[in-house]
């Protein structure tokens, strides 16, 4: 009785991804193992970009909101000013 985990020959499970994995076997299943522990590796590291991405992005929108704040209030000055100004 064979089992039906990947990498225990093609048809059971392990599908049939390649003649390590139709073989069976130990082989076929740390070959399942080595493939699957590549593919964690690469999520984790679309994910760690992803995540340096959107902080960055981040950072720069509150640069930007910052910015704009300065601006706001640059421009709030120069109307009191003027109202000041108007109002004699």
Do not use: C, P, W
């Amino acid at each position: 009785m064979s089992g039906s985990g990947s990498g225990s020959g093609a048809g059971h499970g392990g599908g049939s991804g390649g003649s390590i994995r139709e073989a069976g076997g130990a082989l076929g299943m740390m070959g399942a193992t080595r493939e699957e522990e590549y593919f964690r590796r690469q999520q984790k590291e679309q994910l760690d970009n992803l995540k340096s991405k959107l902080e960055a992005d981040i950072s720069q929108r509150q640069q930007e909101i910052q910015n704009h704040d300065k601006v706001l209030e640059q421009h709030q000055q120069r109307l009191n000013e003027i109202e000041k100004g108007h109002g004699k």
